[in-house]
């Protein structure tokens, strides 16, 4: 990744954090910990800072990056973690009523730490995690703990990062399970023993799984695509198909398999999705139906829909009949209507159905009142 | 790009047909120049096939692309075209009622020759261009010419590939305006003097234009999504921003420019999209206030509606009141909702958008009829 690669895939900065962990090198962490008003990101956005002026991720969309990167050198200097809090409100200027620099924005600067491995290490690993840093207040500014759903906080092995008392371990943890399961992060205000502290809830949530059944030349656009919108993305083969990784160098995991074992190929959940596409009607026949005994919230199917009615009739004289709760997680014809028959433009149509489901949305335009101003709803964006 | 890189943007199809005809050498071009009933790719559809093995494009998902190959070398050894009919349709094992497997589709192999520049040349300038090819009948096979709209076929200086008798030429030239306008190709059938005569009509249409105002982080993911579904890109930066081809490798095109210029900084059409996304109030009020004086379809605003209510407000005082028409074609905020607040997932939502709005469609789900089977209406895949 170049030094000029600051847009990248979120994957790809929690990455260049392990690198940079594992080369033993300098960076600075900036997470946005709180926005007022308009702001291009929303907090728990990172962004990785090294001395050389490299790094990954971007918090605002280029009004603060280049102040951000020489309050990074101060920071290292420093050794210390510290706030910044940019007003731009009301400023009619040059970066004024700009998008997502119309806001007030505050930035958590801190050198990287070994803390911040279990962080990456978990979210490579698929698994939520939550983290409590100090922001403000009457405890050490940067002071944190790693939390994760159902095991509590670490406290153990972790290079004594565990700096946060008790009490307030215990009053967030509640929290950042409610803002886990959102998706969200935010800072909070807390009373304590030791007096007023702001407190930044961070839920790194693990990416969405994608699971693509294919090995055709279809399918690399589909893995590329859904990488680069921070899908964990696994391709199953069947048939020793030409599986591989070199095939799919995006793919964060390439599998061969037979299709009675998909339901009992890995831990299924309803935050993984799996797009059937093997071009071979027996085989996305099994597939369907063993994907239909897990919880996978999405099941795409591609072909037209006369294809998925003699696949049902098929099944039906095997004696499986599909409920309208299982009708309700089949996607078919896969995709949205955008239009195109090459392989990105479809692909792109898939993944961008991919996004809409996962993220609860129904894919319309945003600027969706799209009539004479008398007619327009003010729509906020989410 | 490696030989194992089939699927492709089919601008680099196209540009592959240039590389190997500046370099000499010897390749096949396969289109698909017929189908009946479900078929992967639309007729046009095209894959390049060298003798070493690589190539690029995909003309099927993958159940034809090693016969084509083979066949390819034959054409190579006969030096001359020929076309293929698979038929699948019945075929109940393991390409039957696979996807694009599933129909009649026919394919015209052709040693690669001189007056294909001609088309991929004009495809790069953003011109149509159409190519009536013989694919059967009483005319020798492969014959073809050019035809560019409004200027008819181009009978000089492109090595003696006008092999179409007079009458043909005449007969296809208004079928081509016609498809050119779709944008579809098809295969027709002619009485001549000579006898019966298929002739396959190919709409090589221009990719539709891009052109994005900004030089952030942000732009970068945008140009890139872009270029993947066949946009071709043209950046534009104000006031000396980090402009340069370096930046935006992916993009066709980058240029300096002030905002004032904007309604003559080039040929504007009705398919050409415009996003507008300099972070700068006043950069954006400009160039959306020039680029509603260009035939445009579409003009992207990035930022939330508040935003763009002062800059109507801005224009106002300035004199400029947006008509309908004008709002019509402003969509603001930009995007599809599908959700995330990441450069790339916003720049996904942006594209979807783009390729919606190209493509004259509503960007719901293709299985749009998502309830228990006695709503679902049959939804034809298009």
């Not at 991720?57 to 102040?67: F, V, Y």
């Not at 050198?111 to 939520?128: I, K, N, Q, W």
């Not at 700096?163 to 800072?187: C, I, K, M, Q």
């Amino acid at each position: 990744m170049t030094t000029n690669d600051w847009s990248v895939p979120e994957t790809d900065v929690f990455e260049r954090i392990r690198t940079v962990l594992d080369a033993g090198s300098e960076a600075v962490l900036a997470t946005v910990v709180a926005v007022e008003g308009s702001a291009y990101r929303r907090p728990g956005a990172k962004m990785l800072v090294d001395p050389a002026g490299g790094g990954a991720g971007s918090i605002t969309a280029g009004c603060l990056e280049d102040e951000v990167r020489e309050l990074a050198a101060d920071v290292l200097a420093a050794g210390e973690p510290r706030t910044e809090t940019w007003d731009l409100t009301g400023d009619d200027d040059v970066w004024g009523m700009g998008v997502g620099c119309n806001g007030v924005i505050t930035v958590l600067l801190e050198p990287l730490t070994e803390s911040y491995r279990t962080v990456a290490a978990a979210r490579e690993r698929g698994e939520d995690v939550g983290v409590a840093a100090v922001v403000g207040g009457d405890l050490p500014l940067g002071a944190r703990a790693v939390y994760r759903p159902g095991r509590g906080f670490d406290a153990d092995g972790d290079g004594g990062e565990d700096d946060l008392p008790a009490w307030l371990r215990e009053a967030v943890a509640d929290p950042l399970d409610r803002l886990l399961e959102r998706g969200a992060s935010e800072t909070v205000t807390l009373e304590g023993e030791e007096g007023t502290v702001e407190v930044f809830l961070d839920a790194v949530t693990a990416p969405p799984e994608l699971v693509v059944f294919g090995a055709g030349h279809d399918t690399g656009p589909v893995v590329e695509l859904a990488t680069l919108v921070d899908f964990r993305v696994t391709v199953v083969t069947f048939r020793g198909g030409r599986a591989g990784r070199d095939r799919y160098p995006r793919a964060d995991e390439v599998v061969s398999a037979a299709p009675r074992d998909v339901a009992t190929l890995r831990e299924w959940d309803d935050d993984t999705y799996a797009v059937v596409m093997t071009h071979n009607f027996v085989d996305d026949r099994l597939t369907l139906a063993e994907l239909l005994e897990t919880p996978v919230a999405y099941v795409g199917l591609m072909g037209p829909e006369k294809r998925f009615r003699e696949m049902r009739e098929a099944l039906a004289e095997e004696g499986v009949e599909l409920t309208p709760a299982d009708l309700e997680r089949v996607y078919t014809p896969i995709g949205l209507n955008l239009g195109g028959d090459t392989p990105y433009r479809i692909a792109y149509s898939i993944v961008a159905e991919l996004l809409a489901v996962a993220n609860d949305r129904t894919p319309d335009h945003l600027g969706r009142s799209r009539g004479p101003i008398h007619d327009r709803v003010d729509v906020s964006t989410d």
